[in-house]
Nanobody, 124 residues
């Protein structure tokens, strides 16, 4: 069964760091473009970052540039989102998504496979 599972969320103080993981089963992530998205209560889902198959292309939402880094470990079949200098406005449920095609975009409509999400809360 094709599945994406996010982990690594939690409660962190402003200025802290978290590393989210998106682990895949039933599919080989090497061949997939991967995106990270987030959704805060009462808000629409927004794209945070993406990485193309082969990791040749990455992209970030302006609000996280310089703070978040996306990477992939194909041997581990996992994509990571390193989040540093977290702010309260980063609080949301974070989702990873995959699509079997080349390219990288933080538009949710590009992706057709989604995980269940992991909660990130930034608060003092």
């Amino acid at each position: 069964q094709l599945q994406l599972v996010e982990s690594g969320g939690g409660l962190v103080q402003p200025g802290g760091s978290l590393r989210l993981s998106c682990a895949a089963s039933g599919l080989t992530l090497d061949y997939y473009g991967i995106g990270w998205f987030r959704q805060a209560p009462g808000k629409e889902r927004e794209g945070v970052s993406c990485i193309s198959r082969g990791a040749g292309i990455t992209n970030y939402h302006d609000s996280v540039k310089g703070r978040f880094t996306i990477s992939r470990d194909n041997a581990a079949n996992t994509v990571y989102l390193q989040m540093n200098d977290l702010k309260p406005e980063d609080t949301a449920v974070y989702y990873c998504a995959a699509v079997f095609r080349s390219g990288c975009t933080i538009s949710p409509t590009f992706y057709n496979r989604w995980g269940q999400g992991t909660q990130v809360t930034v608060s003092s």
